[in-house]
């Protein structure tokens, strides 16, 4: 089993930067992907980002691709979101995921989530 913890969320103005944080903990195992998915009041959730742990490979949706950065501490098995140039449209519950495989952009291939933290950006 693996557990997930989301931290980090918050309201900020437009143009401003936060940054979330999961920490995994139980035995995490596989191939393990960490993804970030986000989902906003009466729409479908998301993919933002996910990042391969042992090579740090990384992939981004294209509405967040040059303004987020998906990062991982091997040492505390934790997974970071830093969000910069944010923009109203970017509000949303943010939820962690973890893949045993190669879970990619598909949500159903993640098999563990976190609680979920509230990202607001006012205009």
């Known amino acids: 089993q693996v557990q997930l913890v989301e931290s980090g969320g918050g309201l900020v103005q437009a143009g401003g930067s936060l940054s979330i944080s999961c920490a995994a903990s139980?035995?995490?195992?596989?191939?393990?992907?960490m993804g970030w998915f986000r989902q906003a009041p009466g729409k479908e959730r998301e993919f933002v980002a996910y990042i391969i742990w042992s090579t740090a490979y990384s992939l981004y949706a294209d509405s967040v691709k040059g303004r987020f950065t998906i990062s991982r501490d091997d040492a505390k098995n934790t997974v970071y979101l830093q969000m910069n140039s944010l923009k109203p449209e970017d509000t949303a519950v943010y939820y962690c995921a973890y893949s045993k495989t190669l879970g990619g952009t598909i949500p159903t291939r993640y098999e563990y989530w976190g609680q979920g933290t509230q990202v607001t950006v006012s205009s």
């Open positions: 139980g035995r995490p195992f596989g191939v393990r992907t």
